[in-house]
């Protein structure tokens, strides 16, 4: 092992474990948690490595089987996928240390079947972030579409038929952006990113190559919930299995986010894809301010917590969506930085979830009456989570906002920029609203008569659960704080210079 291939260790370590855990967990349960958490734990050690050696040394990429590019497959590590490798890791490790403890409950007897397909999906991630083809990434997108299916497929009720909607919406959206690789090949005769984006420079005026840009946009925006192409997620999301919502709620729209730039930077080019057609440019961007609001407005309406929270999520992937077609340095420093901060709200947001349906049995509003007397821990990550969705300083949420309506005042694009501060007032609405039933009503209250008249039993979740959650939630004040770094040192270096 060098520092030059660490990170197909990273990548190698879950899903080697995955076999074992397989193998090892159906005989004894207690083998399932050491070999998830120690492999998770090497992956995200190697990931901060990874990450040191491009801040150190710069990007580099990796051939597979010494075979050059374009005909063999290519790695690509640079300052953008060696963050995202990082985030991916370390919310995979915290999401587990809760997941553990809440698939023991859901799926007593099954729990090596939900950690194989859990460590499965997190490699596929890996791969996604690091893979610099273009058809392996569809083979990547599938990897982790079908485990996701799988997990999803393992929760109560109506689960089964969320997953089967999601497949259905899912292989559409597959289909899409393979159609679009398909048409870049045939134009290029190359399925290596870098050598697409230098075969493509004679025909950015082309009929095939906007169709092949436009079923590759559309293919993403299925994946990432990008509204009006969002149908599956709510279901999705909030029937599945808690623990695996509590991991693949934080990554997967974000990975998929992190896929649109990638495509744009290294395969079409930001002048192609920006600046060929301003109207498509702006149009995509009034898309997105349209579904932050509509997103905002359809949160309003759910009484179930976890619910709502999903539809938070897709106003979310329309900031980070909208941030990054504004087309200039602030708009796309803030949807990078939301990639980061908002998979740490949605992990602690999730956790604190996790908590309270481990201890009330349901995250219905009934069940939240006068919870943060039950839970005052899990109640106050909760609230920092809440805070940084709203956009409250110090928390991480706060700057990233702060990028993107700077890059919307830059563009010009004030729709955008009024998107983006309604939405914050109607988080604000959606959480004031959760810390007004969890503090001033009592169970069986209509009303809210006053906490004074009430006195509850402090019955909170397991350490388990209670610590990840502590852990993510002071990490969302340290991530705030450290904004102007992670910016400068990180975020700028994945920007082109011509931004």
């Known amino acids: 092992m060098t520092t030059s291939n660490l990170h197909l260790y990273v990548l190698a370590a879950p899903l080697l474990t995955a076999f074992f855990v397989n193998l090892l967990g159906r005989k004894s349960r207690s083998w399932i948690a050491p070999l998830a958490l120690g492999s998770l734990a090497f992956s995200t050690v190697g990931s901060v490595l990874v990450l040191l050696r491009v801040l150190t040394h710069g990007a580099y990429s990796y051939t597979v089987g010494n075979w050059n590019p374009p005909f063999g497959i290519e790695l690509l590590v640079d300052h953008l996928s060696a963050l995202m490798l990082l985030l991916i890791s370390a919310v995979a490790l915290i999401a587990t240390v809760s997941a553990l403890k809440s698939a023991e409950r859901e799926h007593p007897g099954r729990e090596h079947l939900f950690f194989t397909l859990y460590l499965i999906l997190i490699a596929g991630l890996y791969g996604l972030v690091l893979t610099a083809d273009a058809f392996n990434l569809y083979v990547l997108l599938e990897i982790t ?3 996701s299916y799988g997990l999803i497929a393992m929760g109560k009720e109506r689960a089964p038929l969320a997953s089967f909607n999601y497949i259905i919406m899912g292989s559409i959206g597959a289909c899409f952006y393979l159609l679009g690789v398909g048409y870049l090949y045939i134009l290029t005769g190359s399925l290596n990113m870098a050598d697409i984006a230098i075969l493509l420079q004679g025909l950015y005026g082309t009929a095939a190559l906007a169709t092949a840009f436009a ?6 925006g299925v ?14 999301y909030s029937l599945a299995p808690t623990g695996a919502g509590t991991m693949i709620a934080p990554l997967m729209t974000k990975v998929t986010v992190y896929l649109m730039i990638r495509v744009i930077l290294t395969v079409f080019t930001p002048d192609y894809a920006f600046f060929h057609s301003p109207l498509v440019q702006s149009g995509i961007v009034w898309v997105a301010a349209g579904s932050i609001l509509c997103a905002s407005a359809l949160a309003l309406g759910q009484r179930d917590l976890r619910r709502m929270l999903t539809y938070i999520l897709i106003a979310e992937v329309g900031y980070m969506v909208g941030g990054v077609w504004l087309a200039n340095a602030n708009g796309l420093t803030g949807a990078i930085l939301h990639i980061v901060n908002d998979s740490l709200m949605t992990l602690c947001l999730f956790l604190a ?12 509003f009934d069940r939240l009456q006068g919870i943060y007397r039950k839970m005052p821990v899990t109640m106050a990550a909760f609230t920092v989570g809440a805070f940084s969705m709203i ?5 991480a949420g706060f700057f990233s906002k702060w990028y993107l309506i700077l890059g919307g ?6 729709g955008f920029v009024a998107a983006l501060v309604i939405s914050s007032l109607v988080n604000a609405v959606l959480f004031f609203r959760i810390i007004e039933i969890g503090f001033f009503f009592a169970p069986g209250d209509a009303h809210g008569h006053g906490h004074e008249a009430h006195h509850e039993e402090i019955k909170e979740a397991p350490l388990q659960m209670l610590q990840p959650l502590i852990f993510t939630a002071i990490a969302l004040i340290v991530v705030g704080l450290s904004s ?5 040192k990180v975020i700028r270096l994945a920007i082109p210079g011509s931004f």
């Open 223 to 236: 994946k990432m919930a990008f509204f009006p192409l969002h149908g599956w997620l709510p279901n999705a």
């Open 484 to 488: 102007g770094p992670l910016v400068d």
């Open 353 to 364: 979830v996790a908590a309270i349906s481990y201890r009330m049995g349901g995250t219905g």
């Open 409 to 414: 005042i830059d563009a010009g694009h004030w």
């Open 391 to 395: 956009g409250v300083p110090p928390t």
């Open 145 to 147: 579409s079908i485990t």
């Open 215 to 220: 079923f590759v946009l559309v293919g993403l």
